[in-house]
Nanobody
């Protein structure tokens, strides 16, 4: 069993940056892909990006490419991060991290392929 705990959300102004954290606990796997999704208020959850466990392969949705970056610790801690830059009001929402044992590239954006989810952390971007 794996638990994921997100943190780092908050209220910011347009143009600001935030770093979200996702701390896995339990039995993690070298086969994991770690994904990030977000759900704007009143809308469906959408895919942001995904990274393999080693951290050497990353894929982002077009809406965040160039502004958001996924990374992870490579030491004792296995925390995964989502760095958000140049935030805009449309980036507001609840951000979730998720872990998938096995997911192929064509399914990166399909939340049904992810086995574990965190509780989410809220990001509010407003002037």
């Amino acid at each position: 069993q794996v638990q994921l705990a997100e943190s780092g959300g908050g209220s910011v102004q347009p143009g600001d940056s935030l770093r979200l954290s996702c701390a896995p606990s339990g039995t993690t796997s070298l086969w994991f892909h770690m994904g990030w999704f977000r759900q704007p208020a009143g809308k469906e959850r959408e895919f942001i990006g995904v990274m393999n466990w080693r951290g050497d392969r990353k894929y982002y949705s077009d809406s965040v490419k160039g502004r958001f970056t996924i990374s992870r610790d490579h030491g004792v801690k296995t925390t995964v991060y989502l760095q958000l830059a140049n935030l805009q009001p449309e980036d507001s929402g609840v951000y979730y991290c998720a872990a998938a044992y096995e997911v192929i590239s064509s399914d990166f954006g399909d939340e049904r392929r992810y086995d574990y989810w965190g509780q989410g952390t809220q990001v509010i971007v407003s002037a």
